[in-house]
Structures are given as structure tokens and as C-alpha cells.
């Protein structure tokens, strides 16, 4: 994986929340600093503006580490993030596992084979795409790869160099702006009413 290249967004397209000698933490503002920064990752909002207009802007925290680590890879040659996502789709009941080998082009040996493995690349945060998260209080923390991160048992603070002051940092910028919110919403309905 090639090394972070900070390229400079435009302070009014995003607010940098936090920045040490490992991680960066901005609240991008528009689609275009968020496809910068996020511009490997796998989300549906990187390609989907609407979504993100609707949904998304301003709305989370992308954490980036400023040492990625090159991803690990798995048995079917994929990084082991990918193989997470595509294998969860059968562990959810969504693909058959002969679709699952389709889409990894691999073939397992056998269903309790992919189960073990399975199991064993989704128990350590390291096999995840962390070196970019998504982050929100209220929506979770997704990998690169789009895994969302709770559903297997991991939390930020799992996430490489992620610590709870940071989080907190992130969670008091996110509830002041939830309050300046319907501060307005409070002030506009009373001026309305006058």
C-alpha cells in the first residue's frame, strides 16, 4: 500500500478535529474533501453524493493513520479485510458460498474450513482495512473495506491508535454541533411564531 499523501484540503471543506504524530482526525464538509480523504476506502458514500448529502455531511469523523501499515492478505490472495466482507455476506445468509468463492476466485475446502477461517481472520483487529476508519456516534466505525466494525465486537478504541481521549475529542465536537443545531432550529420556530 502506497504511503498516506496528505494532500491539503481547503480549511472551509473540512474541520480538522485532531493531529498527532499517528493519527489525523477530520469531520470532512464536502463530498470532494471526502473523497480525498477517504479515497481508498470502500464506502458507499465516496460514489453516492446524495447519500452523502443527505446523510452524511459533517456527520462523522474519518481517522486516518498517519503510518499506514501495509493490509494483511489471506488465503485467497485478497487483503484480509475483503475476504471479511465478502465471507460475511455468507455467514449472513445473503450469498451461498459458491458465491462467496466466485466473487474471492477461490475455492475452500469445505463449509466448516471457511467457518474456521473465518472466524480466525475476524478475531483480531489487525485483519481489518484500520489504516482509514469511518466514525460516528451515532452510526459506528467502518473499515475501509465498508466492515462495519461493532458487528464484530470491536469499538473504536479497538481501532490502532485510537484512544478514548480522542474519541471523546470527536464526541464533544459532535454533541456541541447537535446542540448549536437545535439551538437554531429552537431560535428560527420562535421568530416564526413572533
Given at each position: 500500500?502506497?504511503?498516506?499523501?496528505?494532500?491539503?484540503?481547503?480549511?472551509?471543506?473540512?474541520?480538522?478535529?485532531?493531529?498527532?504524530?499517528?493519527?489525523?482526525?477530520?469531520?470532512?464538509?464536502?463530498?470532494?474533501?471526502?473523497?480525498?480523504?477517504?479515497?481508498?476506502?470502500?464506502?458507499?458514500?465516496?460514489?453516492?453524493?446524495?447519500?452523502?448529502?443527505?446523510?452524511?455531511?459533517?456527520?462523522?469523523?474519518?481517522?486516518?493513520?498517519?503510518?499506514?501499515?501495509?493490509?494483511?492478505?489471506?488465503?485467497?490472495?485478497?487483503?484480509?479485510?475483503?475476504?471479511?466482507f465478502v465471507l460475511s455476506k455468507w455467514d449472513n445468509g445473503n450469498s451461498?458460498?459458491?458465491?462467496?468463492?466466485?466473487?474471492?476466485?477461490?475455492?475452500?475446502?469445505?463449509?466448516?474450513?471457511?467457518?474456521?477461517?473465518?472466524?480466525?481472520?475476524?478475531?483480531?483487529?489487525?485483519?481489518?482495512?484500520?489504516?482509514?476508519?469511518?466514525?460516528?456516534?451515532?452510526?459506528?466505525?467502518?473499515?475501509?473495506?465498508?466492515?462495519?466494525?461493532?458487528?464484530?465486537?470491536?469499538?473504536?478504541?479497538?481501532?490502532?491508535?485510537?484512544?478514548?481521549?480522542?474519541?471523546?475529542?470527536?464526541?464533544?465536537?459532535?454533541?456541541?454541533?447537535?446542540?448549536?443545531?437545535?439551538?437554531?432550529?429552537?431560535?428560527?420556530?420562535?421568530?416564526?411564531?413572533?
Open positions: 500500500m502506497n504511503k498516506l499523501n496528505e494532500v491539503r484540503v481547503p480549511r472551509e471543506e473540512r474541520i480538522e478535529l485532531y493531529r498527532d504524530n499517528n493519527v489525523i482526525v477530520v469531520v470532512p464538509l464536502t463530498h470532494k474533501a471526502l473523497k480525498k480523504y477517504a479515497n481508498s476506502c470502500l464506502w458507499c458514500i465516496n460514489h453516492d453524493r446524495v447519500e452523502w448529502e443527505e446523510y452524511h455531511k459533517g456527520l462523522h469523523a474519518i481517522i486516518i493513520q498517519r503510518k499506514p501499515k501495509d493490509l494483511e492478505v489471506g488465503v485467497t490472495g485478497n487483503p484480509t479485510a475483503s475476504e471479511i451461498s458460498l459458491s458465491d462467496v468463492e466466485e466473487m474471492l476466485f477461490y475455492e475452500f475446502p469445505n463449509e466448516k474450513e471457511t467457518e474456521l477461517y473465518y472466524l480466525d481472520i475476524t478475531s483480531k483487529i489487525k485483519y481489518f482495512g484500520t489504516n482509514i476508519v469511518y466514525y460516528s456516534p451515532e452510526n459506528g466505525t467502518y473499515d475501509m473495506e465498508d466492515n462495519f466494525l461493532s458487528d464484530f465486537n470491536y469499538s473504536i478504541t479497538d481501532v490502532p491508535n485510537v484512544t478514548s481521549e480522542i474519541v471523546q475529542i470527536i464526541d464533544n465536537h459532535f454533541k456541541s454541533g447537535k446542540n448549536l443545531q437545535e439551538t437554531i432550529r429552537r431560535i428560527i420556530k420562535q421568530e416564526i411564531k413572533n
